[in-house]
């Protein structure tokens, strides 16, 4: 290998094959690699097959795969996703946790990489890598795109942890929220930091606001995943009569492991005003034929799918979970409501009866997310990564 080539490393610790996390660093890539980087893609079981990394590989990005799980220890995987199985045993100890990833070891010698970019899930799963940067003295980033106030990091694990942050070259994270309930989780402020934008990935323009001749329709776009979604508290609502009775009909766009348990539970609670689209490709397509985004989230770092919508023309019926509070304004641009069932009924409940004015809401979102979020935060992003590359 030439050590005249420049190289980025990009550690993801998405368990999925592709999730909105990975939006940021992928759509950073062109940019990157424009500027004369070679890009390394460090994730687990890299789904070759899926178009995005194909379309990487077929431009020259060296894909790595792991198959340990050292990005997370176990107890916390077991609470946040269910997704453990056979990676580690709870038993283990923190030293056996931090035993350093052997493969990510062979990449960090090989390539010597000018920086690494560590793109969390939440806002402790990568810092394991983190701190394998650390030791060996190469700099690198650390991207969170969420973070939770029901998981705090083991007592064993904070020293690591805080020091992997503080000696980062810059922390980004999605929202005020999820940056300053990482500080409070630490105990300590994290001055090298500051906000991004993930990538808008509609045309951002206004969708004509469809008919209401036949009633109302919302779509709650996200990952069927519970714990973070919260879709099973829309159903729970849905049940009661006087919303069986309305003419509104919610369509629950996204793929996940808990779609046969909320099928279930609808059939349960006989709730018939919803059906489940599954993915969609086009998200901007939806907004010809749904009236407003609806979001009943437990837990979110700043979700795409409602930047999306409000740059299309509509207005969101909200939890304030993460920093979705940053961006939407009560009553003019959306509903905010509780992270909690009766609460966020009574949010729907002012939602419905201001129905009406769903369609100048959603203006005013569209003028809103226009004036706030950038046109191609990629490529402001690549831009900041370059810069700490040179400082």
Same mark, same amino acid.
């Given at each position: 290998?030439?050590?005249?080539?420049?190289?980025?490393?990009?550690?993801?610790?998405?368990?999925?094959?592709?999730?909105?996390?990975?939006?940021?660093?992928?759509?950073?890539?062109?940019?990157?690699?424009?500027?004369?980087?070679?890009?390394?893609?460090?994730?687990?079981?890299?789904?070759?097959?899926?178009?995005?990394?194909?379309?990487?590989?077929?431009?020259?990005?060296?894909?790595?795969?792991?198959?340990?799980?050292?990005?997370?220890?176990?107890?916390?995987?077991?609470?946040?996703?269910?997704?453990?199985?056979?990676?580690?045993?709870?038993?283990?100890?923190?030293?056996?946790?931090?035993?350093?990833?052997?493969?990510?070891?062979?990449?960090?010698?090989?390539?010597?990489?000018?920086?690494?970019?560590?793109?969390?899930?939440?806002?402790?799963?990568?810092?394991?890598?983190?701190?394998?940067?650390?030791?060996?003295?190469?700099?690198?980033?650390?991207?969170? $795109?969420?973070?939770?106030?029901?998981?705090?990091?083991?007592?064993?694990?904070?020293? &690591?942890?805080?020091?992997?942050?503080?000696?980062?070259?810059?922390?980004?994270?999605?929202?005020?929220?999820?940056?300053?309930?990482? %500080?409070?989780?630490?105990?300590?402020?994290?001055?090298?930091?500051?906000?991004?934008?993930?990538?808008?990935?509609?045309?951002?323009?206004?969708?004509?606001?469809?008919?209401?001749?036949?009633? &109302?329709?919302?779509?709650?776009?996200?990952?069927?995943?519970? =714990?973070?979604?919260?879709?099973?508290?829309?159903?729970?609502?849905?049940?009661?009569?006087?919303?069986?009775?309305?003419?509104?009909?919610?369509?629950?766009?996204?793929?996940?492991?808990?779609? %046969?348990?909320?099928?279930?539970?609808?059939? =349960?609670?006989?709730?018939?005003?919803?059906?489940?689209?599954?993915?969609?490709?086009?998200?901007?397509?939806?907004?010809?034929?749904?009236?407003?985004?609806?979001?009943?989230?437990?837990?979110?770092?700043?979700?795409?799918?409602?930047? !999306?919508?409000?740059?299309?023309?509509?207005?969101?019926?909200?939890?304030?979970?993460?920093?979705?509070?940053?961006?939407? %304004?009560?009553?003019?641009?959306?509903?905010?409501?509780?992270?909690?069932?009766?609460? &966020?009924?009574?949010?729907? %409940?002012?939602?419905?009866?201001?129905?009406?004015?769903?369609?100048?809401?959603?203006?005013?979102?569209?003028?809103?997310?226009?004036?706030?979020?950038?046109?191609?935060? !990629?490529?402001?992003?690549?831009? $900041?990564?370059?810069?700490?590359?040179?400082?």
């Amino acid at each position: 290998m030439s050590r005249s080539k420049r190289h980025i490393l990009i550690i993801s610790t998405c368990f999925i094959d592709w999730g909105g996390s990975e939006e940021l660093w992928a759509c950073s890539i062109p940019y990157l690699q424009a500027e004369g980087f070679e890009i390394i893609v460090y994730k687990k079981n890299i789904n070759s097959s899926f178009h995005r990394f194909s379309d990487m590989a077929n431009h020259g990005v060296a894909l790595k795969d792991y198959r340990s799980s050292l990005s997370l220890p176990s107890r916390v995987i077991n609470k946040l996703v269910g997704m453990a199985k056979k990676a580690y045993a709870e038993s283990k100890d923190l030293a056996a946790e931090k035993t350093p990833d052997l493969g990510l070891e062979k990449i960090l010698e090989h390539f010597r990489p000018e920086m690494v970019l560590i793109s969390q899930g939440i806002n402790f799963d990568g810092l394991l890598y983190a701190h394998q940067c650390l030791i060996r003295e190469i700099p690198y980033v650390i991207v969170s $795109q969420k973070a939770v106030d029901f998981y705090w990091p083991d007592k064993k694990d904070r020293s &690591f942890m805080i020091e992997a942050y503080q000696k980062a070259k810059k922390n980004f994270f999605v929202s005020r929220h999820n940056q300053r309930l990482t %500080e409070e989780q630490l105990g300590t402020r994290l001055p090298n930091s500051e906000v991004i934008f993930n990538p808008v990935k509609t045309s951002r323009r206004v969708v004509p606001y469809p008919s209401t001749e036949n009633g &109302f329709r919302l779509a709650c776009i996200a990952r069927l995943f519970l =714990l973070d979604k919260g879709q099973d508290i829309l159903i729970r609502i849905l049940a009661k009569d006087k919303w069986k009775r309305r003419p509104l009909h919610i369509t629950f766009v996204g793929s996940g492991d808990d779609r %046969e348990p909320l099928l279930e539970m609808a059939k =349960l609670l006989n709730v018939t005003n919803i059906d489940f689209a599954g993915q969609s490709n086009n998200i901007e397509s939806i907004w010809h034929d749904h009236h407003a985004l609806i979001l009943s989230s437990r837990s979110e770092g700043l979700p795409m799918a409602m930047v !999306e919508a409000m740059s299309n023309g509509r207005t969101v019926i909200v939890t304030n979970a993460g920093g979705i509070a940053e961006l939407v %304004e009560d009553g003019v641009t959306g509903f905010l409501g509780n992270i909690d069932q009766d609460q &966020f009924e009574s949010t729907m %409940e002012r939602a419905w009866n201001q129905r009406h004015e769903w369609e100048n809401m959603g203006h005013a979102a569209a003028k809103f997310i226009q004036e706030k979020v950038p046109a191609k935060p !990629e490529f402001d992003f690549s831009n $900041q990564l370059k810069t700490l590359i040179n400082d």
